[in-house]
Nanobody, 117 residues
Framework: QVQLVESGGGLVQPGGSLRLSCAASGSILSNRTMGWYRQAPGKQRELVAVITSGGSTNYADSVKGRFTISKDNAKNTVYLQMNSLKPEDTAVYYC???????????WGQGTQVTVSS
């Protein structure tokens, strides 16, 4: 079973930056699409960014130009660089892995990001 562990969340002022990391158990990035999702209080979980096994990326309109998803296959780690953070980016951020053939999905436990002055 795939295990995903997020880290890097915290409290940051508006306009600041954070980098989230998602460490995966085993060498899974080569055959999975990896994604970052977030869920704010009282709202549904939403897609933030995804990166395919081939390295293609896609972003929610609300974060385009501010967030960057990347991965290091050798370290089995996916990153989310978040710049120019806004209060509306406040949420629990979750890492997600979807197998490219079976579609099986795994989730991490989440990491809290709070943007506030």
């Amino acid at each position: 079973q795939v295990q995903l562990v997020e880290s890097g969340g915290g409290l940051v002022q508006p306009g600041g930056s954070l980098r989230l990391s998602c460490a995966a158990s085993g060498s899974i990035l080569s055959n999975r699409t990896m994604g970052w999702y977030r869920q704010a209080p009282g709202k549904q979980r939403e897609l933030v960014a995804v990166i395919t096994s081939g390295g293609s990326t896609n972003y929610a309109d609300s974060v385009k130009g501010r967030f960057t998803i990347s991965k290091d296959n050798a370290k089995n780690t996916v990153y989310l660089q978040m710049n120019s953070l806004k209060p509306e980016d406040t949420a629990v951020y979750y890492c997600n892995a979807q197998h490219r053939f079976s579609g099986y999905v795994s989730w991490g436990q989440g990491t809290q990001v709070t943007v506030s002055s």
